[in-house]
């Protein structure tokens, strides 16, 4: 079975601020797919960023990016130029790639941003 | 991006009734549909993996009595508290993908839904 943790369950940040969430994870399986997610106060899930084991090129979106080490098993978002609307829970989550896109969540990190 | 819609949004019932959510693919065919519930300030435990057209595969120690799972079409996943009590109260959430996303982790989540069993 799959594992995943996020030992951070809440962090705090200036706006315009640098972040970073930690994540790791535990499996067996060799090919795999890695996510976070942002949970605002709406709830709605929105995938923030992606990243395909196979690929050894840290993944980037805009002001995310990620440091993926797959040796250590390890899954860290960077939250760059901090922004109010940044104020989330972050899900860090992984699938094999055979699973059929079944998700296995870490615990979450609240992220706080103050003005 | 594709969209999958939920309903109710919020829902508050009486102990001891039955509640259905519906969770909606809009622009896109969902072969697979996945429900979770998350509790306050927790993350998403998976509850089952229904595709359409079969029965649904709940995960360890989720009672399928309890949270019956439909997946009668390729656009509709319906999942319905039976007899719901007061421990029933959370948040539950559905994502779809469908054939196309088979195998790549994309997902699309719904809005949750919210019930409360007084």
């Known amino acids: 079975a799959q594992t995943v943790t996020q030992s951070q369950p809440e962090m705090s940040v200036q706006e315009a601020e640098t972040v970073t969430l930690s994540c790791t994870y535990d499996?067996?399986?060799?090919?795999?797919?890695l996510f976070w997610y942002k949970q605002p106060p709406s709830r709605q899930m929105i995938l923030v960023i992606r990243?395909?084991?196979?690929?050894?090129q840290n993944a980037t979106e805009n002001r995310f990016s990620v440091n993926f080490q797959k040796a250590a098993k390890s899954f860290s978002l960077k939250i760059s130029d901090s922004q109010l609307g940044d104020t989330a829970m972050y899900f860090c989550?992984?699938?094999?790639?055979?699973?059929?896109?079944?998700?296995?969540f870490g615990g979450g990190t609240r992220v706080l941003v103050k003005p | 991006g594709a969209v999958v819609s939920q309903h109710p949004s919020r829902v508050i019932c009486k102990s001891g009734t039955s509640v259905k959510i519906e969770c909606r693919s809009l622009d896109f065919q969902a072969t697979t549909m996945f429900w979770y519930r998350q509790f306050p300030k927790k993350s998403l435990m998976l509850m089952a993996t229904s595709n359409e057209g079969s029965k649904a595969t709940y995960e360890q120690g989720v009672e399928k009595d309890k949270f019956l799972i439909n997946h009668a079409s390729l656009t509709l996943s319906t999942l319905t508290v039976t007899s719901a009590h007061p421990e029933d109260s959370s948040f539950y959430i559905c994502?779809?993908?469908?054939?196309?996303?088979?195998?790549?982790?994309?997902?699309?989540f719904g809005e949750g839904s919210r019930l409360t069993v007084l």
């Open positions: 989550a992984f699938t094999p790639w055979a699973a059929g896109n079944k998700l296995t």
């Open positions: 990243q395909e084991a196979y690929k050894q």
């Open positions: 994502s779809a993908r469908s054939f196309r996303q088979e195998n790549t982790g994309e997902l699309f």
């Open positions: 499996t067996s399986e060799n090919n795999y797919y």
